[in-house]
């Protein structure tokens, strides 16, 4: 599992092998939730052709549906387990290499 693309505070994108996973935090003003979601094959797809771009578009949709109490679209994609924790490993591994960079600068 690798974090691949990240907009910081606000998303992830990681990528194990053909499947991807989006961690989003939702900032619902008294409280941030955070979701770690599986993404379906047109959005994996979307993001091949598409970029960055694609996922911004993604993630605000998903904040949108949430600011109108409409978690499904959340709840239907949660990440299993074992994925999130893969997820948090590839974090920290990359939290640490951005630490080391400075360190080196």
Not at 7 to 30: C, G, K, R
Not at 59 to 85: C, H, N
Request: charged share 25%.
């Amino acid at each position: 599992m690798n974090l691949i693309e990240h907009e910081p505070h606000f998303w992830e994108l990681y990528q194990d092998l053909e499947q991807y996973y989006l961690s989003i935090a939702v900032d619902m003003s008294s409280v941030v939730s955070c979701w770690d979601l599986v993404l379906r094959q047109d959005e994996i797809q979307a993001y091949r052709q598409q970029g960055r771009a694609s996922i911004e578009e993604l993630a605000k949709s998903i904040v949108a549906a949430a600011y109108k109490g409409d978690f499904s679209v959340m709840e239907s994609r949660l990440a299993q387990a074992i994925e999130r924790q893969a997820m948090q490993a590839a974090f920290k591994t990359w939290r640490e290499q951005q630490d080391e960079l400075i360190r080196n600068n």
